[in-house]
């Protein structure tokens, strides 16, 4: 097996040396070189020919936004930045303008903590690997698109939702990982603001983040997002991302549907889990769910695709052609807990379709 090649852009001499030593420690992965900025950076690619950059944001000389707006353009490959928690904002700008995934750094220097995040960091850099030069393009022309005025099917539903439009489902349950994030406020953003039910998100991520990931979708998109909280009450028009290091189950209490999160095991693989909500979600509404698996690698998701699917609810799976990485929607069809296949920006317009009374 070909080890990949992994260049190391941080400012911080420790940090380069931490996260070499972590990445050494793997048979698949080859430390080629480590550089302090994105200048340095830029002149070392011919030389050092990487197959994936890790990137710190903050830098002097060129930062991190301006090395990866360069790369994307230049020689787009993948990029896992490695950012401190007092950047949390910055990692979904860097995310939007095209690095596949994050890593967050310990709070401390000299913490012995960093030594924890080695399976996540060779997980994730073995991961993105298989993310195309090619495919972050696609992805590049996605995200264009996606500031792009609503659609006429939109404003049709605006137009039937002033009509007092009934609608067929009760909730609708999104699971994501790699990837996610752009993923999902490309479809949150093509949504109107009446949207005519409840939207449940689980987005693989750390504590802390999550906060900032629906604050930042709650600014650019018409809906209203908000990062969940237990006792939180399902409302039409409004978006819960499930917390970081949580997961989340929908309760029903004397005639209430609520929230209720419980903090992950260590156990847990996946956090926060979409099998979690979706199975609880279909538990609680039957045959009014409609569940949505994107882009992430591994398997959650399909178990509470099946249940849904088993319930009469209504399944959809982002296609390969938008997927960055094809991982979970390719097990959940494999396990035939798929009703239709769609490329990313069809699916808020198949959200809306299915949403409305027939």
């Known amino acids: 097996m070909k080890r990949v090649r992994v260049m190391i852009v941080d400012d911080s001499a420790f940090y380069r040396q931490a996260i070499a030593n972590i990445l050494r420690s793997s048979d698949h992965l080859e430390v080629v070189g480590s550089v302090a900025n994105g200048s340095e950076a830029i002149k ?25 707006r360069w790369l994307m353009v230049n020689q787009p490959m993948p990029v896992l930045v490695i950012s401190s928690h007092s950047e949390n904002n910055n990692v979904f700008r860097a995310l939007e303008m095209g690095a596949v995934d994050f890593v967050a750094k310990t709070t401390e220097k000299a913490s012995l903590d960093f030594l ?44 039937q939702k002033n009509r007092k ?12 990982s790699t990837g996610g994030p752009p993923a999902i406020q490309a479809i949150l953003s093509r949504l109107p603001q ?32 908000k990062e969940a909280q237990s006792g939180d009450v399902l409302k039409t028009g409004r978006v819960l991302i499930c917390p970081g290091g ?14 209720h999160t419980e903090l992950r095991r260590e156990s847990d693989k996946y956090v926060p889990s979409v099998d979690a909500l979706m199975t609880s979600a279909a538990d609680v509404f039957k045959s009014k769910v409609l569940g949505v698996l994107l882009t992430g690698m591994g398997n959650d998701g399909k178990l509470g695709m099946k249940k849904i699917k088993e319930r009469g609810g209504i399944t959809i ?18 396990a035939g807990a798929v009703d239709k296949i769609l490329p990313l920006l069809a699916i808020a317009d198949e959200m809306i379709h299915q949403c409305l009374a027939s």
């Open 44 to 68: 070392s690619l011919p030389l050092l020919k990487p197959d994936v950059i890790t990137l710190d944001l903050d830098m002097p000389n060129m930062d991190g936004f301006t090395f990866l």
């Open 116 to 159: 924890r995040l080695r399976d996540e960091l060779v997980s994730k850099i073995e991961t993105i690997t298989m993310v195309t030069g090619e495919k972050l393009r696609d992805l590049r022309r996605i995200a264009a698109k996606t500031d792009m005025a609503t659609t006429s099917s939109l404003k049709g539903h605006s137009e």
């Open 165 to 176: 439009a009934k609608t067929k489902l009760d909730i609708v349950v999104i699971g994501a």
């Open 194 to 225: 009446n949207f005519l039910v409840p939207i449940v998100i689980a987005q693989h991520m750390p504590a802390r983040f999550t906060h900032h990931f629906a604050e930042r979708l709650n600014h650019v998109t018409k809906v209203e997002v």
């Open 246 to 259: 949580h997961h989340l189950y929908l309760k029903m209490v004397g005639k209430k549907i609520l929230i």
């Open 317 to 334: 799976a982002e296609s390969e052609e938008t997927a960055v990485i094809f991982g979970m929607p390719k097990e959940a069809i494999l």
